[in-house]
């Protein structure tokens, strides 16, 4: 490909690729960005195909360019979001508020009866179902269901009353 022909079809094709993309993307920036690779890999390529060949080619190229950045977008955003910590309050204030329910969440537990506190654990911090639990203490499923319900009521009452 010349370097003429390449201006050629730049001038002639440019604002309309970006139109393309933009129109699939709803971004300028990244419309304008995106066409500008797909020229720029087109020269790099030096194809030796007609004009017409060329710009299909070229439109091949920049709407594989666009799914492939989205692509990486939707990953970033997705890792993002996993990486989030959402475990920890993000202000000082919810710092001291998280601070002080974990405190009184503490001190519930530890005065809630033995029977109904290893249940609870059982339950909530080594994620076993309530026959699993029955099966360790052996005591029936209805005995557990019985304890982490009074349980759960214990550390309501405990942490509306704080």
Do not use: G, V
């Given at each position: 490909m010349t370097r003429e022909t390449f201006k050629q079809l730049f001038e002639n094709h440019f604002t309309a690729l970006r139109n393309y993309i933009y129109y699939r993307a709803g971004d300028k920036d990244l419309a304008t960005d995106i066409?500008?690779?797909?020229?720029?890999?087109?020269?790099?390529?030096q194809p030796k195909e007609g004009v017409q060949q060329l710009k299909s080619l070229l439109y091949k190229m920049a709407g594989d360019m666009f799914i492939?950045?989205?692509?990486h977008q939707k990953i970033e955003t997705t890792f993002a979001l996993k990486t989030q910590n959402t475990n920890f309050p993000h202000t000082p204030e919810d710092e001291i508020i998280y601070q002080e329910l974990n405190k009184s969440y503490q001190k519930?537990?530890?005065v809630m009866p033995e029977n109904l506190r290893v249940v609870f654990l059982m339950s909530r911090n080594e994620q076993l179902k309530n026959r699993e639990i029955a099966e360790r203490l052996n005591v029936g499923i209805k005995a557990i269901e019985?304890?982490?319900?009074?349980?759960l009521a214990h550390l309501r009452k405990a942490?509306?009353?704080q």
């Open positions: 066409a500008q690779d797909a020229f720029l890999r087109l020269w790099e390529k492939s950045r989205y692509r519930a537990l530890n019985k304890r982490m319900t009074q349980a942490l509306i009353e």
